[in-house]
């Protein structure tokens, strides 16, 4: 017998979308949710066995899984996003806003491309994902966007992924209002600091100066002296999918160990 046959599970039968789920946060989010009980549709970009190894994961917890490619740089992928969910389920209560980019670029070597690039991840994707799930959102839908630190704090070569992250914390606040009462939704921000996946090994050749600052943040780093992990986040998440969360919408949450306070 699956372990999501008991309607105990805080998530029971509740549809959820993660983008960007085939690793590191994403795939802890998805886990978690999985693990209250929730069905899923993850989404990835160029990795598809990848993909379909942590959709199997999710499935020996009980849950039902649909797995679609999409870029966000395809002006489609939200509404394939969407149809594909619907179909599978039939509603959407979920949306995590998780896939992102985060590639440092100094304002001198900047190019339009990887503005384009930058921007059609880490706001325009969630977006539009959120304006395609509209016509068959659940009596009490979840919307969670994924942030960062470097929305609140101006380091080094970050101006463009920076500014994106912050354009996402004041969509938050914004469809919090337009959506809220509405929908009966809420509308959330979580904000991880460095958290250990592959996407934070080193970049080659780099600063060991730079390599040197990061080192002492982490140590100065108020709830313990460590990156986070995926799990420290999605735990995060997972509360503000839940009915607990009710009375919480528009808000960004510190999922950064106090790193940099919300």
């Not at 599978?88 to 339009?112: F, P």
């Not at 994924?146 to 970050?158: C, D, F, M, P, Q």
């Not at 958290?195 to 780093?221: F, H, L, N």
Request: one cysteine or more; hydrophobic letters at 35%; aromatic letters at 6%.
């Amino acid at each position: 017998m699956s372990s999501q046959t008991s309607p105990s599970l805080s998530l029971y039968h509740r549809v959820a979308i993660v983008t960007g789920a085939s690793r590191g946060i994403g795939t802890g989010i998805a886990t978690e949710l999985a693990r209250r009980g929730a069905n899923l549709t993850i989404t990835y970009n160029e990795n598809h066995e990848k993909a379909e190894e942590v959709a199997q994961q999710l499935r020996q917890l009980g849950s039902q899984v649909v797995v679609i490619q999409g870029c966000s740089s395809d002006k489609s992928t939200p509404d394939r996003v969407v149809q594909a969910t619907v179909e599978s389920y039939g509603k959407i209560d979920i949306i995590i806003n998780n896939a992102g980019v985060g590639d440092d670029c100094l304002l001198e070597n900047l190019t339009h491309e990887f503005w384009d690039s930058m921007y059609d991840t880490n706001i325009r994707m969630p977006a539009f994902l959120v304006k395609a799930s509209l016509p068959y959102l659940g009596s009490a839908p979840r919307i969670v966007n994924i942030s960062s630190v470097a929305a609140r704090a101006g380091y080094n070569a970050t101006s463009v992924y920076s500014s994106s992250k912050a354009a996402l914390e004041g969509m938050t606040r914004a469809l919090a209002t337009e959506l809220g009462q509405k929908y009966n939704a809420t509308i959330n921000c979580v904000n991880p600091g460095p958290v250990a996946t592959d996407m934070m090994k080193p970049a080659e050749g780099i600063d060991p100066k730079v390599e040197e600052y990061w080192a002492s943040k982490i140590k100065e780093t108020p709830a313990a002296p460590r990156v986070g992990t995926p799990d420290d986040v999605a735990q995060i998440v997972a509360f503000l999918c839940e009915d607990g969360s009710r009375w919480c919408t528009g808000s960004v949450i510190n999922a950064n160990g106090g790193m940099v306070p919300c």
